[in-house]
């Protein structure tokens, strides 16, 4: 009985716990739209006053340079301590603070100082960790100066789109530059890792003598997937032999990468395109070259690091390493890399991490600049000039332009470098910005691995 | 026949004592009598109920309707941590009453949170280019999210319970290591390393929950719709935990934890016991992955790897191993503290963002978080929990010491 009244009791209770649920009604038809812009300084579209949304203040930012500009925050998420490419990330960041600096000193953009500090955070690589920490910033920010990691940045990419908020990825996969991928608001730098393979492949060949079999070890994935899915598309092309992709991982979770080292040794190709690690990269090299391996290397623009000519395979890496970069390595003579040069003021940094995280800042403040020029730097504003932007590398790499037809848009210029001990970072350029001929037979309509 | 001893006995009371006479009322005890004596308990029933105490009554209600409220009171980014810090508790829950009850320890946890996370994705997501999804709604997917890591955690067991200790430790790191490379290579549920694959839709019951919607004056928006289903979910399993705990079952899985041979002479089954306890527990588990996936928004297989095993321990142990609301507060340790250090760290004045000092703000503050866990353990093994019994002791023996 009292077990009868008390489950009545708790279906009663339930029923009116229930009950407000019945009030409730949908107020719009999608996502929350985005906070919207303070009214204050909202005029009339067009009109000459200054539309701001979000992440724009007009009290200085924290420790300003210019007291009297306004403030735009833009935000950073990156691997900053304990993830695996916390190596290049930390000066990524590093060199990121740099360059806004070095923009704030030059007196800002427009009257407006541009502060990454506040909102940078440690994501670890991990996707949940990317969100939580994307969750505590994106209500805080005009824009995203740098989002580290494919998945990662595709675990937010959908709230990104519903709140437009601009970002410049540090990762290359192709899939950025479609935008049913990204819905046209993320900014991808340079090539991406399927195209360098393809140009870096037709180098190679110019360079080096037409291989006539090629092969690709990678990551699988965004990264070391997409490069090898150019090679594949290199060797269509030009009619070689395609031999079996060796996919990998990092040591940390390999333990070591004797097994590729034993498919590339049978498989004996005449180069092969590497998309993996650093240290992946001068084990490979090495046991390869001490096993009388004969082939050369064409390497990603992640697997270089000036340590690796402390390493016991650095004369195997000098002899048959080429490296791909999107931008002028350290040797360039860019306005670009003097400028980078000047905010370092002599001192050399750690690895070319900090080259990229120079170059990634200028396609975000060219969007800057002409959300400016039109009045509206609400995340609104900002993503609305990206279609059809032209974003100036002050000549670190070819000016790239965002929106319109992928293939005919797309970055095929790629410095190739040669490691070299005397020269500072350990990387001497040798083709500047070369542009090869099998890019433009391929079919650059989706992105080269898809994403799922 | 006993219950007429203990009828005799009470009959025998006389005068103003007749009033202690409670046999009639099945343990229940006048208001008059129990007031002040908070452990005054009449019958097995009461003694062994839910919320035993009356504190425990007032303090569970206040937790309900605080943590029901609280994605109203916070600014959005907290309600992500709370609703992450309600995940890790119901997965945290599950693993407690797999290590801490049954004492098999387990480093196989990620594995079947990813289970549960694939299948709610399979189930319930979208299909892509390579991956499956059959966009089912998540009354259908998210018991299945209990159901198929529950059956594998069931299938796997005949092998678990035959060992003990590290071996077990060992043999689960080792279903651990099995799982990661099974989700990698299965790209058509995984997406592949890399590149990871889209979750399940948040569809309940045919209503949108990426919708904004209101009641009246209050405004629900998709992130705290989400929180209050995630709370429900939490709610009902951490009940059921509770209840299992102080059943037949849960006295099995404590007889087991102490002494395996000792339980098997009493007559405790023990396959079938340490069955049902991985069983059990990969279902929570299951149901914390499918949870989980859906709050972060992509998954990739390597996620769920020795790491968030260590996590979902490190819950366990700094909570209290062996108590449901322990669990709780490990959780919320683990996963709100680092944003309570970030909030810290913005005091100490030479320490910044950029590297260009010993070390970096985020490497301050993961340091200072193994710091307090070393700390943490060393001064009160029995976690979270063991504070709060002492605050609690205190206070019921006050103003005496003891």
Known sequence: MTLRRRSRTALAALAIALLPLTACTQVDGGDDPAPSPPPSDSGDSGATELVTGQGVTEEACPDAINPDNGCIYLGVLSDLTEGPFAALAVPITDAQGDFWRLVNERGGLNGYDIDIDKNTRDTKYIADEHAAQYNQISGNIAAIAQTLGTVNTESVLDDMIAKSLVAVPTTWWSGFAFDANDGGIVMESGYSYCTEAIVGLDWFADNHGKPASVQAVGYPGDYGGDSAEGVKRWAEVNGAELKEYVPTAPNQVAGNQDAVVSKVAAANPDVVVLGIGPAETAEIIGKLAAGGFTGRFMGALPTWNPALLDSPAAGAITGLYNHMSPYQNWDGDSKGIADMKEALAGELPTNGGYIIGWAIGYPMKAALEKALENNDISPEGIASVVDGLVASYEGMAPDQKYGGDPQANAIQSVYVGQPNAEVELGMETIAQAYVGTTFDQTDYSAACVASN | ?402
């Open chain 2, 1 to 402: 026949m006993n219950l007429n001893k203990t009828q005799t006995r009470s009959d025998r009371l006389t005068g103003r004592s007749t009033h202690l006479n409670f046999e009639s009322s099945k343990g229940k005890v006048a208001r008059n009598v129990s007031r002040g004596r908070g452990k005054l308990y009449t019958s097995y029933a009461t003694n062994q109920a839910f919320l035993n105490t009356a504190p425990k009554k007032w303090w569970t209600l206040g937790f309900v309707v605080l943590t029901a409220l609280a994605p109203f009171l916070v600014p959005l980014d907290f309600t992500y941590l709370l609703t992450l810090a309600l995940i890790y508790a119901i997965g945290g829950i599950g693993l407690n009453l797999l290590s801490g009850y049954a004492g098999q320890i387990s480093l196989g946890h990620a594995f079947f949170l990813g289970l549960g996370a694939y299948t709610a994705a399979v189930f319930g997501g979208k299909p892509g280019t390579v991956t499956w999804g059959f966009e089912l709604d998540l009354a259908i997917v998210l018991p299945l999210a209990a159901i198929i890591p529950g059956i594998i955690g069931y299938l796997v067991a005949p092998l678990a319970t035959r060992v003990r200790g590290l071996y077990l430790a060992v043999l689960t790191l080792g279903l651990l290591i099995f799982g990661e490379h099974m989700f990698k290579i299965m790209v058509p549920v995984t997406g592949g390393e890399g590149m990871g694959r889209g979750v399940a839709q948040r569809t309940l019951f045919g209503v949108d929950l990426n919708a904004t919607y209101a009641i009246g004056p209050v405004i629900i928006k998709p992130e705290i719709s989400f929180y209050l289903i995630t709370f429900l979910i939490f709610a009902v399993l951490g009940v059921a935990a509770r209840n299992i705990a102080r059943s037949r079952v849960g006295r099995s899985f404590a007889a087991v934890r102490d002494r395996d041979l000792a339980a098997e002479v009493m007559g405790v089954n023990l396959m079938r016991t340490k069955t049902f306890a991985f069983a059990i527990s990969s279902a929570y588990a299951g149901v914390a992955g499918a949870l989980l996936s859906m709050l972060i928004g992509r998954i990739s297989p390597e996620q769920w790897n020795l790491f968030m095993s260590v996590d979902f321990l490190a819950v366990v142990v700094i909570g209290g191993i062996a108590t449901i609301s322990g669990t709780i507060l490990g959780a919320a340790f683990v996963v709100l503290l680092p944003r309570f250090l970030e909030l810290l760290t913005e005091y100490i004045p030479f320490i910044s963002v950029s590297s260009g000092g010993l070390i970096n703000v985020f490497q301050l503050q993961t340091i200072v978080f193994g710091i307090l866990i070393v700390i943490f353990i060393t001064l009160e093994p029995r976690g979270l929990y063991g504070i709060w019994i002492r605050i609690r002791n205190y206070f019921t023996a006050w103003p005496f010491s003891y």
